[in-house]
């Protein structure tokens, strides 16, 4: 997304948070969850693909199909990561329109929905976090609900177009957002032919339709869900806090590594407009490095930084922090995203000073590089 000037200040990094004021009001979604929220057909799919890996006994393996389901997990965590969650969520670098509905396409490969809804759950939470009206928050809704009963929610179910103006004004991903199942229903098909094919030119190999379904799809989909879900549900309760940010985000160098990258979770709280969120050298970002080489390559461009300042601001690596009582928090960080602790402190103590300081992070920027 064009746009973004390049990082010159932080109050244009709060700026490029890309939320509307409308996102920041409370609204009647899966706030107090319970059973009734819970629309039981949507467990339906969900249960029949886990079953589903069970065919595993039937089809048997071979290293094409295995080595396929590690291939199919790792370029789906990268679109769901680097595009879902870096670009279109938090717009954290630009690219071109051709390639913004690829990368797109690529991640409702993920079939974790379309790019519109993911991000705009995804602002919601960044919005709310761990606060009342989290989504999904493990220390508020427990970790069940956080790691994936929140996704079955009646009023999670529709996308919020309103959070996300900056992205649904593209008719093209409107489309893939409404009909983004097909995506992984094509990439089912596609695997089955590709294994028959095998089966038929290089019966060497050892696979089949079927085998290659239930590896590349079914199994691989099912360790990328969970995978992707420990961010919303262990990263918020499992790690260590750097910034003392004001919910219970974790950095955790296991999850970082299944995820790549996004089990640095405590800093991607603290700076949420940052490409990175491996803050330092040793903090293993594979997300970040992938985006690097794009745009070595020219098809990303205007990957944002973490400022020095934000990343040796109040480190306490490695260890956890006592939390104070929920009542006692101010709002969430993301309404501050950018600001330094002394400021975010001066604003919660100032009303006035508050309001401004999210119409700051509120302000929308719009344009696109499309
Ligand atoms: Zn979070
Ligand atoms: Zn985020």
Not at 307 to 325: C, F, H
Request: proline fraction near 5%.
């Amino acid at each position: 997304m064009a746009g973004f000037a390049e990082l010159g200040s932080e109050e244009t990094a709060a700026r490029n948070v890309s939320v509307s004021p409308s996102d920041r009001a409370p609204s009647p979604r899966a706030a107090s969850p319970s059973r009734s929220e819970i629309m039981w057909s949507r467990l339906v799919p969900y249960t029949l693909l886990h079953l589903s890996c069970f065919f595993v006994l039937w089809v048997g393996w071979s290293p094409v199909a295995v080595w396929t389901a590690v291939f199919l997990y790792a370029i789906r965590m990268f679109a769901i990561t680097g595009f879902y969650h870096r670009y279109f969520s938090h717009r954290t670098f630009r690219t071109s329109r051709p390639m913004q509905f690829l990368f797109g396409v690529l991640g409702a490969s993920a079939a974790q929905k379309g790019p519109l809804w993911w991000a705009a759950h995804h602002r919601y939470h960044h919005q709310h976090a761990d606060l009342e009206h989290d989504l999904h928050s493990p220390s508020r809704h427990g970790f069940l609900w956080s790691h994936v009963g929140w996704i079955w929610a009646r009023s999670n179910y529709d996308t919020e177009l309103h959070s996300v103006r900056d992205l649904s004004r593209y008719p093209e991903l409107r489309w893939l957002d409404r009909n983004a199942l097909w995506v992984p229903v094509g990439l089912a098909v596609s695997l089955y032919g590709v294994g028959a094919l095998l089966a038929q030119l290089a019966p060497a190999l050892g696979t089949s339709g079927g085998q290659m379904v239930v590896w590349g799809f079914c199994i691989s989909t099912v360790v990328l869900y969970h995978a992707t879900y420990t961010i919303n549900s262990l990263a918020h309760s499992w790690g260590s806090r750097r910034y003392d940010t004001r919910d219970d985000s974790r950095n955790n160098w296991f999850l970082a590594l299944i995820t790549l990258g996004e089990g640095w979770h405590n800093n991607h709280h603290r700076y949420p407009v940052a490409t990175r969120q491996g803050f330092f050298w040793w903090e293993i970002d594979l997300t970040y490095y992938g985006l690097w080489v794009l745009s070595k390559l020219g098809i990303v461009w205007g990957l944002r930084p973490v400022p020095a300042r934000i990343r040796n601001e109040e480190q306490r690596s490695g260890e956890l922090q006592e939390r104070a009582p929920r009542a006692t928090r101010g709002p969430s960080p993301s309404s501050f995203a950018g600001q330094s602790t002394a400021s975010r402190n001066a604003a919660r103590r100032n009303p006035a000073r508050r309001t401004s300081a999210r119409r700051i992070a509120t302000r929308r920027t719009s344009r696109t590089s499309a």
